[in-house]
């Protein structure tokens, strides 16, 4: 979100357009008239125009059922620079859901037009297409173009990864990092020591489900501190798929809140890299 604020306060920014209306990861395509595809990630993509202020931003999303997704719209966005929240009720008709939403990012106001797909795919929830102005703006032809491409929308199966459904399919991925300090007076009357440790353990399951386990420990000692102890476990689950996109091998995860993460993976040295941590692979019993 923070991109999209930093595109609206450069209204005289000048780009180069990609000619494609095909975004990286997301398995849709659309007609986006004379919006162009200016910043493309997984999951996520941003358009631009020539002459129109404010982006349309289209991101992914992993919500089955439109309730859930109702709550998402109603609930706004906050974050440490941008506020929104629904101005209007949630219209929903369909497999799709509106709202209008107004807000501020650092003390400018602004306004928005959110549109909502749910889709009966398996490889792909639905999308989620916005539009942020400044609130003085007129945004007449952004919720023309929102609703265009909306009305628009495909969806295009992904292309699977054999390899990558096999190597990870049953198996586990385990990243573990340790840290450990200690300094003391040169007589001795002082001292502290410190050690942290933190483990995460990703599951694969081979009827594509997964689930996540972490856990971090810090214990810091010495002279008055002795038994401080900082501890913390979480755990998550969903479904995940390997995919060919473009010339990336990509792990597509799906969680239970409905976020949708995109995931490059590789293997390195006997490593498997993913997320930017080193991974070890191991066997798994824990499936069904």
């Known amino acids: 979100m923070n991109r999209l604020i930093t595109f609206i306060l450069l209204l005289a920014l000048s780009f180069s357009y990609q000619a494609q209306d095909k975004p990286l990861g997301i398995p849709i395509q659309f007609d986006s008239g004379s919006w162009k595809l200016m910043n493309d990630d997984f999951g996520s993509c941003m358009l631009g125009h020539e002459v129109l202020s404010g982006p349309?931003?289209?991101?992914?999303?992993?919500?089955?059922?439109?309730?859930?997704?109702?709550?998402?719209?109603?609930?706004?966005?906050?974050?440490?620079?941008?506020?929104?929240?629904?101005?209007?009720?949630?219209?929903?008709?369909?497999?799709?859901?509106?709202?209008?939403?107004?807000?501020?990012?650092?003390?400018?106001?602004?306004?928005?037009?959110?549109?909502?797909?749910?889709?009966?795919?398996?490889?792909?929830?639905?999308?989620?297409?916005?539009?942020?102005?400044?609130?003085?703006?007129?945004?007449?032809?952004?919720?023309?173009?929102?609703?265009?491409?909306?009305?628009?929308?495909?969806?295009v199966k992904p292309k699977e990864s054999e390899t990558w459904t096999q190597k990870l399919g049953g198996y586990k991925l385990v990243s573990r990092d340790s840290y450990s300090t200690n300094t003391s007076t040169p007589d001795g009357s002082y001292y502290t020591g410190g050690s942290s440790s933190s483990s995460n353990t990703i599951v694969f399951c081979s009827n594509g489900s997964f689930s996540i386990s972490s856990s971090s420990y810090t214990t810091l000692s010495g002279t008055g501190l002795d038994g401080n102890l900082d501890q913390s476990n979480d755990s998550d689950e969903g479904k995940w798929s390997a995919l060919?996109?473009?010339?990336?091998?990509?792990?597509?995860?799906?969680?239970?809140?409905?976020?949708?993460?995109?995931?490059?993976?590789?293997?390195?040295?006997?490593?498997?890299?993913?997320?930017?941590?080193?991974?070890?692979?191991?066997?798994?019993?824990?499936?069904?």
Request: hydrophobic residues 30%.
């Open 56 to 155: 349309i931003l289209i991101m992914e999303h992993g919500h089955e059922t439109m309730n859930q997704l109702q709550k998402v719209f109603e609930s706004g966005y906050t974050d440490e620079n941008m506020t929104l929240f629904a101005s209007s009720a949630a219209l929903v008709s369909g497999n799709r859901i509106s709202m209008s939403l107004t807000g501020n990012s650092q003390g400018i106001a602004l306004k928005g037009e959110a549109i909502g797909l749910i889709s009966n795919s398996d490889y792909c929830k639905g999308t989620v297409i916005m539009t942020v102005t400044m609130e003085s703006e007129d945004n007449t032809k952004q919720k023309e173009a929102i609703n265009s491409i909306a009305n628009s929308v495909t969806y």
């Open 244 to 288: 060919e996109i473009g010339s990336n091998n990509v792990v597509k995860m799906i969680y239970k809140d409905g976020t949708v993460v995109y995931h490059p993976i590789s293997r390195e040295n006997g490593f498997y890299y993913m997320a930017n941590d080193e991974y070890t692979k191991g066997p798994n019993e824990s499936c069904e």
